[in-house]
């Protein structure tokens, strides 16, 4: 059964300061998407990762994938207010059409003046 | 644009009611998703459709069905809503296959079961 862990659950970071997410998952998969909540929104799509080593770019947010390892990783590079969210990994079946996903916890990240 | 919408942002039962929550798409997308979202709890499945009147339990299925008798539209039904299922409930929708086969979600409902 495929259970994917998020690390971690909280996070209040200072503006200005890098961090990173944490998204390992237990089987084997094809495919990684990262996926962010701003408060009484729904999930917004940001990277989708594809392939061992497969590195994605956007503003200040970094995600990166190891199917080696089973974790990806979502790295923040001085941190702005405006990233204050819920961040949330999902990962899909090994193969299938369908297109199942099994989400992560979510990772609250607030983001201090 | 692409577009998931839900009937109501907000809705408010009472215990024992039968309740139907709407999902409308139009990207023609193949797959339709339903889901929970619990604090701490991430978001579990609750059902899928990969075609017209085609359905799959997710991971948690028990309490609730679901109807798909058109393409872009997939319900929700909780039989005789409990307490337990107040709840955020999230729809998605994506293509059928696909190199990236994102899954693209709607606004949200937030059911209340008093």
């Known amino acids: 059964e495929l259970k994917v862990e998020q690390n971690p659950l909280f996070l209040s970071m200072q503006e200005g300061k890098n961090y990173t997410i944490y998204c390992n998952y237990s089987t084997t998969s094809d495919r990684l998407y990262w996926y962010r909540q701003d408060p009484g929104k729904s999930l917004e799509s940001l990277f989708v990762l594809l392939s061992n080593g497969a590195v994605k770019q956007e503003g200040r947010l970094m995600a990166s994938l190891d199917t080696k390892a089973r974790l990806s990783t979502l790295h923040i590079t001085a941190a702005v207010h405006d990233l204050s969210a819920t961040y949330f990994c999902?990962?899909?079946?090994?193969?299938?059409?369908?297109?199942?996903?099994?989400f992560g916890t979510g990772t609250l990240l607030a983001v201090q003046p | 644009d692409v577009k998931v919408t839900q009937s109501s942002r907000y809705l408010v039962k009472r215990t024992g009611e039968k309740v139907f929550l709407e999902c409308v798409q139009d990207m023609d997308h193949e797959n339709m998703f339903w889901y929970r979202q619990d604090p701490g709890l991430g978001l579990r499945l609750i059902y899928f459709?990969?075609?017209?009147?085609?359905?799959e339990k997710g991971d948690i299925p028990e309490g609730y069905s679901v109807s798909r008798e058109k393409k872009e539209r997939f319900s929700l039904i909780l039989e005789s809503a409990s307490t337990n299922q107040t709840s955020m409930y999230l729809c998605?929708?994506?293509?059928?296959?696909?190199?990236?086969?994102?899954?693209?979600f709607g606004p949200g409902t937030r059911l209340t079961v008093l």
């Open positions: 998605a929708s994506s293509r059928l296959a696909g190199a990236y086969n994102e899954q693209f």
């Open positions: 459709s990969y075609d017209v009147k085609m359905k």
């Open positions: 999902a990962v899909g079946g090994a193969g299938g059409a369908t297109n199942k996903l099994i």
